[in-house]
């Protein structure tokens, strides 16, 4: 009895990993279109209540909605035509990093993401879009 507990609770926790994986892994998915195709609407679903923007080094922090218009405005001022992850990964604690490269008709960006778990989801804490 004790053994059928035993993997009961180890097959419990794997799939509680997997979820939170896929949980994390579908904002990134959904991150990229979102980057890729401009839509700053999208974009906002997965910020987090105050979210971190960087542009060529000037950072500031935003409410959720003011970071969608700041977005709204960068997607204007350099409408997307690709964009794609380069590198990922995820800290100690839990927190995804990625780097992308932004492709836009007025130039190349390299975009560092901080994707943070809150409450049970997680959401994107940090943009930082450096000029290549």
Do not use: W
């Amino acid at each position: 009895m004790k053994n059928v507990i035993s993997v009961f609770i180890i097959a419990l926790s794997v799939l509680i990993q997997t979820s939170d994986a896929q949980s994390s892994d579908q904002v990134l998915e959904e991150t990229r279109r979102s980057l890729k195709s401009g839509s700053s609407r999208e974009l906002a679903r997965y910020f987090n209540e105050a979210v971190e923007l960087g542009f060529d080094g000037q950072k500031a922090s935003y409410s959720k909605t003011q970071a969608e218009f700041v977005i709204r405005n960068f997607f204007q001022q350099h409408p997307p035509t690709n964009f794609d992850f380069v590198h990922r990964g995820t800290s100690k604690e839990g927190i995804r990093y990625c780097i992308g490269k932004y492709s836009s008709t007025e130039g190349a960006y390299r975009v560092v993401l901080l994707i943070k778990p809150v409450q049970g989801k997680y959401l994107i804490d940090t943009m930082d879009f450096m000029k290549e």
